[in-house]
């Protein structure tokens, strides 16, 4: 077996045998665009509502009032949310719109 390889056979065995020049594609024609074909109107699929999974809660109570160092009320609020901060931030912007004090007591998973 001979080690040695002409240039010919080098370039045979790595780009393989020359390929046959590609035809000639003649692009004096005017491009003319494909008809356009309308499709028909497809029915939409209204998607099956799943039973109610499970919905992570959170309750939050607050202790709310008008005046200061004044009379007190305790309210509870169900934040639909696994985060803590979210469901204080949450509780506190629905009590501010009522009243002016507010004091965040506890906040549990239920």
Do not use: C
Not at 16 to 33: F, L
Not at 82 to 90: F, P, R
């Amino acid at each position: 077996m001979t080690t040695e390889l002409t240039e010919e056979e080098m370039r045979r065995a790595l780009f393989g045998e020359p390929e046959a020049p590609a035809s000639v594609i003649d692009t004096h024609e005017q491009d003319i665009a494909p008809e356009i074909l309308i499709a028909e109107q497809t029915t939409i699929v209204k998607k099956k509502k799943l039973s109610k999974s499970f919905t992570p809660r959170l309750k939050v109570t607050l202790r709310v009032g008008n005046e200061f160092e004044g009379k007190m009320h305790e309210i509870v609020h169900e934040a639909d949310t696994l985060s803590s901060i979210v469901a204080e931030q949450e509780a506190t912007k629905i009590a501010k719109k009522k009243f002016r004090f507010v004091e965040i007591i506890s906040v549990k998973s239920m």
